[in-house]
């Protein structure tokens, strides 16, 4: 039995900015620090390959001494209309109603709300009542792939069943205003908010992509790699200097051996849906790839266009590729890396 993607649609907050646009605000948070050191964050920012990006609020209220409280109720506030709009646009291009969805899996790990978001979408657009829910807080950049993986399971085990996937994710509310590491720096340059909904099916007659494998990788003694600490301020991002070098180490262990069960080589997928990490990883994974003949164009695009926007980024890359008319047959990858440190995997056939 096929489970195929059916649609995916993304979600933007409403405050946006350049990134030039935003070097203001960066120098005025900079004000008392050492000339050199300011000169260097501002490089930092600027060439982040980032021209653009989105937030759930504006640059002004990122920037003042709120504290984690008043942004986390933002955090909530926003990312249950940012989740309902992006779930209604999926469900409007697979030509479906609320109704007609049978599983529910939310993924964000940029803050807390319990109840889940689930359930406040069950409310908003009355979903039914015996619906499966399946909130995922705590995997990451990983986790758009990994709630993509659980909704497969299930629905390969449940025929003529649907299945979402919302992801929603603000790193502009973890932002810490009194932590000048080159940690937070850097996650402030690269990251960004946004949203987006995948709409999985395994009823036989319905069309899309077709999941034809999906797999986890585990790195071991990574722990330490990427994540967040509790403070009082907030969600801290832990950000190890070694995430590329990592990825680039287990490459072949994390693509080549999952391809080969396949009875694939890397020559024969026509598409590549990666995880646009940072402007290291995209040019660690490009490296690697190009030699090969297959380019990222869509990775570094949306990185681009909107930032890294946690486990939703992939997605975006993503939708990118759902909304061409592609040739039956083509296949594709889909790859992310979150806490833990891990790799998940997807591969996909038109």
Same mark, same amino acid.
């Given at each position: 039995?096929?489970?195929?993607?059916?649609?995916?649609?993304?979600?933007?907050?409403?405050?946006?900015?350049?990134?030039?646009?935003?070097?203001?605000?960066? @120098?005025?948070?900079?004000?008392?620090?050492?000339?050199?050191?300011?000169?260097?964050?501002?490089? !930092? *920012? @600027?060439? =982040?390959?980032?021209?653009?990006?989105? /937030?759930?609020?504006?640059? @002004?209220?990122?920037?003042?001494?709120? /504290?984690?409280?008043?942004?986390?109720?933002?955090?909530?506030?926003?990312?249950?209309?940012?989740?309902?709009?992006?779930?209604?646009?999926?469900?409007?291009?697979?030509?479906?109603?609320?109704?007609?969805?049978?599983?529910? !899996? &939310?993924?964000?790990?940029? $803050?807390?709300?319990?109840? /889940?978001?689930?359930?406040?979408?069950?409310?908003?657009?009355? #979903?039914?009542?015996?619906?499966? +829910?399946?909130?995922?807080?705590?995997? $990451?950049? =990983?986790?758009?792939?990994?709630?993509?993986?659980?909704?497969?399971?299930?629905?390969?085990?449940?025929?003529?069943? +649907? =299945?979402?996937?919302?992801?929603?994710?603000?790193?502009?509310?973890?932002?810490?205003?009194? %932590?000048?590491?080159?940690?937070?720096?850097?996650?402030?340059?690269?990251?960004? %908010?946004?949203?987006?909904?995948?709409?999985? /099916?395994?009823?036989?007659?319905?069309?899309?992509?077709?999941?034809?494998?999906?797999? #986890?990788?585990?790195?071991?003694?990574?722990?330490?790699?990427?994540?967040?600490?509790? +403070?009082?301020?907030?969600?801290?991002?832990?950000?190890?200097?070694?995430?590329?070098?990592?990825? =680039?180490?287990?490459?072949?262990?994390?693509?080549?051996?999952?391809?080969?069960?396949?009875?694939?080589?890397?020559?024969?997928?026509?598409?590549?849906? *990666?995880?646009?990490?940072?402007?290291?990883?995209?040019?660690?994974?490009?490296?690697?790839?190009?030699?090969?003949?297959?380019?990222?164009?869509? &990775?570094?695009?949306?990185? +681009?266009?909107?930032?890294?926007?946690?486990?939703?980024?992939?997605?975006?890359?993503?939708?990118?590729? #759902?909304?061409?008319?592609?040739?039956?047959?083509?296949?594709?990858?889909?790859?992310?890396?979150?806490?833990?440190?891990?790799?998940?995997? !997807?591969?996909?056939?038109?």
């Amino acid at each position: 039995m096929a489970v195929r993607i059916t649609s995916v649609a993304k979600q933007l907050p409403e405050h946006t900015r350049e990134t030039k646009d935003i070097l203001p605000f960066v @120098e005025l948070w900079l004000e008392g620090q050492d000339e050199r050191f300011k000169r260097k964050v501002l490089k !930092i *920012f @600027e060439n =982040a390959a980032v021209d653009k990006r989105y /937030s759930i609020m504006g640059p @002004e209220e990122v920037f003042l001494k709120t /504290s984690f409280e008043e942004k986390n109720d933002i955090y909530i506030r926003e990312s249950i209309k940012l989740a309902e709009k992006s779930l209604v646009k999926a469900l409007d291009k697979a030509s479906l109603k609320a109704t007609d969805i049978d599983y529910i !899996i &939310t993924v964000s790990c940029t $803050g807390i709300m319990i109840p /889940s978001l689930d359930a406040y979408l069950i409310n908003s657009l009355k #979903m039914k009542q015996d619906i499966v +829910r399946l909130p995922v807080t705590e995997m $990451g950049c =990983a986790a758009g792939v990994s709630g993509i993986i659980y909704a497969k399971n299930f629905l390969k085990a449940n025929p003529n069943k +649907r =299945a979402a996937v919302i992801a929603v994710e603000s790193p502009t509310a973890t932002f810490q205003l009194e %932590d000048y590491s080159m940690v937070n720096i850097v996650s402030a340059a690269i990251f960004g %908010d946004g949203c987006a909904s995948v709409i999985l /099916s395994s009823y036989e007659d319905e069309k899309g992509p077709e999941i034809k494998d999906e797999a #986890m990788y585990h790195f071991y003694d990574a722990n330490h790699m990427m994540g967040f600490k509790l +403070r009082n301020t907030g969600l801290q991002m832990v950000l190890d200097q070694s995430v590329p070098q990592t990825i =680039a180490d287990h490459f072949p262990q994390i693509i080549h051996p999952f391809l080969e069960k396949n009875n694939l080589k890397i020559e024969d997928i026509d598409h590549l849906v *990666f995880h646009p990490g940072g402007k290291k990883i995209v040019q660690t994974v490009e490296d690697l790839f190009g030699e090969l003949g297959k380019n990222i164009d869509d &990775t570094k695009e949306v990185l +681009r266009l909107y930032g890294n926007m946690s486990s939703a980024t992939v997605l975006y890359v993503l939708e990118r590729f #759902m909304d061409r008319d592609l040739p039956k047959g083509d296949k594709g990858v889909m790859l992310s890396f979150g806490p833990g440190f891990s790799a998940q995997r !997807i591969l996909l056939e038109w």
